[in-house]
């Protein structure tokens, strides 16, 4: 089975990877499409967490935000069938960041005093692209990442991730490894819009509804005195291309209070994170159950 599903991921990837670009986005949007019918599990967990996030929402515009959330996973995978084609001048001929001059300023003095910043990135919009890009327009970024079950297929990715330098760190037993990069590297990458388990995570407002979201962003943002940015890589039509754009930079809360530090912290990015979904709703994961974790004496959503 595990040779298996290896055979078959690498087939795809080399498959659209042969075609051209647009060629290839195309075969993959067909793809979505046909999952978007087929799996009908998944449609109706969209459908739950649309009617959380957008009560009143008419089944009209439910179906298309439920149908980008496919489709946009569909552009991922066809994106990431190209990356061992691409330069870094194809990146930045793809991807625009569009990163305030006073927030970049403040990640590179953050950088020069030993302290960094943790680039918060939600499943919205490319965030594979996210990653590839800013190799080409800033530098190589160390992201958190939990390795894929079939091994054949965790190196196969690995090798596409880390063409320009990128490095995954294994997110497990990894604060010691990613407070290192902080403070010598400056950046670090984590992706902190899933739900999280009771132990390991605090019930912040999303969408108006407690979601159990993980502690690790804030706790390693206290420890390293690290501050936090909200970005995402997100498809505009209209230019064609990518648009690397962030929210507000949080500094974490300082009270003296752990606890209480720990709640503000992870509220403040998580509304920040809620914000950059709401300006690109067609492009999150709405297939993932987000607010499956409760708090105690709720009843259970999905």
């Not at 530098?139 to 990715?157: Q, V």
């Amino acid at each position: 089975m595990v040779w298996l599903e290896y055979t078959a991921v690498r087939g795809l990837l080399g498959f659209l990877g042969i075609l051209p670009r647009r060629a290839a986005l195309r075969v993959s949007a067909g793809a979505a499409a046909i999952a978007y019918r087929l799996l009908g599990n998944l449609r109706r967990v969209a459908a739950v967490n649309l009617n959380i996030a957008f009560p009143g929402l008419g089944p009209a515009e439910q179906d298309r935000l439920a149908k980008g959330a496919f489709r946009n996973l569909g552009r991922v995978l066809g994106e990431m069938s190209q990356f061992p084609k691409a330069t870094p001048e194809s990146l930045n001929a793809l991807i625009e960041f569009q990163i305030d001059p006073d927030v970049y300023a403040e990640y590179q003095r953050l950088k020069s005093e030993g302290r960094g910043v943790i680039i918060v990135s939600p499943h919205l919009g490319n965030w594979e692209m996210l990653v590839f890009g800013w190799a080409a327009f800033d530098g190589p970024m160390s992201y958190l990442a939990r390795p894929l079950d079939n091994p054949g297929i965790e190196k196969l990715t690995h090798g596409i991730r880390t063409k320009f330098g990128n490095r995954p760190i294994n997110k497990t037993n990894s604060v010691m490894t990613a407070a290192r990069v902080l403070r010598h590297e400056g950046l670090l990458g984590i992706l902190a819009d899933v739900n999280a388990h009771p132990k390991e995570g605090v019930f912040v407002p999303f969408f108006g509804v407690p979601a159990c979201t993980s502690t690790g962003v804030a706790l390693l943002a206290m420890r390293t005195n690290s501050a936090i940015l909200p970005m995402c890589g997100a498809w505009d039509e209209a230019k064609q291309k990518y648009i690397g754009v962030h929210g507000q930079m949080i500094f974490p809360s300082d009270t003296g209070d752990r606890q209480r530090d720990i709640l503000e912290t992870t509220a403040a990015f998580t509304s920040e994170v809620e914000r950059l979904i709401r300006r690109f709703p067609d492009q999150w994961l709405w297939i993932h159950k987000r607010w499956k974790t409760r708090p105690p004496g709720e009843p259970k959503i999905y």
